[in-house]
Structure formats: structure tokens, C-alpha cells
């Protein structure tokens, strides 16, 4: 299996830079050792995914472009999409599970996408159907080389940013973000360790790496937890990014999640969801499996809804 190559998260870097925000390194002097934190909270549509879609919808060819595209997402991914088929001008068709949070259900629907709500289950096989259908290109939200080179150009900002860097946390669900961000990592900077953080309840990418195969876990059981952006699970073309690039995988309770999105509200004055915290809420609570020295923390997202946001600074 071909995995994605720095020179291609480069070549996305040129094509996303005009809309994919290149967020700062914020050093947190409030917390114990040396700890930076990444918002990708900062982007225009308030989550990394902005960077894969936009670069699989510019890496596509005029014809197919205009066709238009159709997407599958619990929220993140489907603000993506339609963002990035605003900004090309082309329809775009999103379709998102029935639990989806109404806040970026809404936000989808502002940058002019039609939405298609069905069950979470469901989501996969109907943006299939749809692209069947009408003629629309899929945009997956991680199983794709072009949506695995766009979120890896946050691990090259990292790299440009803090050369010496020793370790990198990032979330990891459909592993398309951690397996970009990794590659990366090793490739500019290969003295660092790269660690993925996942939910608990959602813990399928950790046992599949404990087995060395890919173990699924019942959408019913990842779905149980508060971070709603990592309830997928990977690919076979995420997960064998995910085997190289990867020095190891923390899970996090949902107490963790929670306290942290409250720490990150708090103390660093940014708004997380609990999928944006989860990685941080390694480094708050799990630092003894973490190798430790100057390390980034990727806030992922900040789509909260703020009843909850309010629930948990409550």
C-alpha cells in the first residue's frame, strides 16, 4: 500500500495556504514542563478538516470539480466540504448521522451545502448512493491520500515552528489527521515521538495497534463517547500510515476530556470541544506515558455547542 509522502503534504501546503489558516504554537506557562498548544480551533470553519477537504477538492480535475462532491461527517468534516465547495463555487451534498450536534449540522447548511441527515450507521453507504446518483465525487473524511496530505500541512507548520520539538499529541479516530500530522513529524523532524490520543469508549485504534491488525469495535460502543469528531474508526490505508508513523497511542477518559476542556477554557483562554481536548487531556493526566520534553498538543476543533460548553464550566 502507497503511503503519503512529505512531498505531496507540501505540494498541499501551496494549494490549501489561502484558506487553511497556518495557526501558532501557544506556549502554556500555567502548565507543568514545556507545553505548546496548536489551535486548529482558529480556522475559518473552527477545526483542522478544513485543510484535507479543501486540498482533495483542489486536487481534483475541472470536469469532475464541477461536477460537485458529496461527504459523510459527524460535523467537522461536512463544515469542511461545504466550505470548500463555497469557495469553489461547485454544489455540495453532506450527509450526517441524526446525532450529529445541531450546531455544525447548522454551519454546514451556512456555506450553502444541501444536508441529508440519516442514522450514524447509515452515513457511509448514503453518501455512496448520493455520489451514485448524481454524478458527485466523494470526499471522504480520512480514507484518501489528498485528505491525508492536507491535515499532515499542520505537521509541517509544527516542524517550521518548533524544529526541536520531542513530542507530538494528536487525536486520532479515522486516523487521517494523526497519520498527515505523523507523517510529517518523522519526516522534517525524525528525532520526535509522535503520539495518538483517542476516547476510552472509542478505544478501537489502540487495541487494533496492541493486535497489529485492525480490530472493530461496534458503532453502538464508539458512540458512547462525548467526543463526537472520534467515534470513526480507520482505514486500511489510515491505519498502515498509522504503523509507521505513530510511537505509541494514549487513551483518555471521559472525566479527562471533560476537566480538560475546562482547563483549556480557563487557563488557556481557548474554547475546545471535547474531541479539540482530548489530546491535551494526555499531557494533563496521562503524562507518565508520554516521553516528555517540549511537546505540542493539536487542539483539534472548537465546534462546542454552548449549552455543553456551559454544562462543563458549570
Same mark, same amino acid.
Given at each position: ?15 490549501? @495556504? ?7 504554537l501557544?506556549?502554556? &506557562?500555567?502548565?507543568?514542563?514545556? +507545553?505548546?498548544?496548536? &489551535?486548529? #480551533?482558529?480556522?475559518q ?19 469532475? *470539480? ?17 466550505? #470548500? ?24 447548511? *451556512?456555506?450553502?451545502?444541501e ?5 450514524i ?18 470526499? &471522504? ?20 515552528d +518548533? ?7 494528536? &487525536?486520532?479516530?479515522?486516523g ?7 507523517? @510529517? ?15 476510552? +469508549? ?19 460502543? *464508539? ?44 487557563? @488557556? *483562554?481557548?474554547?475546545?470541544?471535547p474531541?479539540?481536548?482530548?489530546a ?14 517540549k511537546?505540542?498538543s ?14 462543563l464550566?458549570?
Amino acid at each position: 500500500m502507497r503511503l503519503v509522502t512529505i512531498f505531496e503534504i507540501e505540494a498541499a501546503a501551496k494549494r490549501v @495556504a489561502d484558506h487553511a489558516v497556518h495557526t501558532p504554537l501557544l506556549r502554556q &506557562p500555567w502548565a507543568d514542563g514545556e +507545553l505548546w498548544l496548536k &489551535p486548529e #480551533s482558529l480556522q475559518q470553519i473552527g477545526a483542522f478538516k478544513i485543510r484535507g477537504a479543501y486540498n482533495a477538492i483542489a486536487s481534483l480535475d475541472e470536469a469532475a *470539480r464541477a461536477r460537485g462532491v458529496v461527504a459523510y461527517s459527524s460535523g467537522n468534516h461536512a463544515q469542511a466540504v461545504a466550505y #470548500s465547495a463555497n469557495a469553489f463555487g461547485i454544489p455540495a451534498v453532506i450527509v450526517v448521522p441524526d446525532v450529529a450536534p445541531r450546531l455544525k449540522v447548522e454551519a454546514t447548511r *451556512r456555506w450553502g451545502a444541501e444536508v441529508v441527515e440519516v442514522p450514524i450507521a447509515d452515513q457511509a453507504p448514503a453518501a455512496a448512493a448520493l455520489a451514485a446518483e448524481r454524478g458527485l465525487t466523494l470526499i &471522504p473524511p480520512f480514507d484518501h491520500a489528498d485528505v491525508i496530505a492536507g491535515q499532515g500541512t499542520a505537521g509541517l507548520e509544527i516542524a517550521t515552528d +518548533l524544529p526541536d520539538v520531542d513530542t507530538v499529541l494528536v &487525536p486520532v479516530s479515522g486516523g487521517g489527521f494523526a497519520a498527515g500530522v505523523g507523517t @510529517a513529524i518523522k519526516a522534517l523532524c525524525p528525532r520526535a515521538k509522535v503520539y495518538a490520543v483517542e476516547p476510552e +469508549l472509542a478505544g478501537d485504534t489502540a487495541e487494533s495497534l496492541r493486535a497489529g491488525r485492525r480490530v472493530a469495535w461496534p458503532m453502538e460502543q *464508539r458512540a458512547r463517547t462525548i467526543a463526537d469528531g472520534l467515534r470513526a474508526e480507520p482505514s486500511a490505508l489510515t491505519f498502515a500510515h498509522l504503523q509507521q508513523v505513530l510511537d505509541g497511542i494514549v487513551t483518555v477518559t471521559e472525566d479527562e476530556i471533560r476537566d480538560t476542556v475546562r482547563v483549556l477554557a480557563r487557563r @488557556a *483562554r481557548i474554547v475546545a470541544e471535547p474531541s479539540g481536548a482530548t489530546a491535551t487531556a494526555a499531557y494533563l493526566h496521562h503524562a507518565d506515558e508520554l516521553p516528555g520534553g517540549k511537546t505540542v498538543s493539536v487542539v483539534s476543533g472548537g465546534n462546542i455547542d454552548p449549552a455543553l460548553l456551559a454544562e462543563l464550566l458549570g
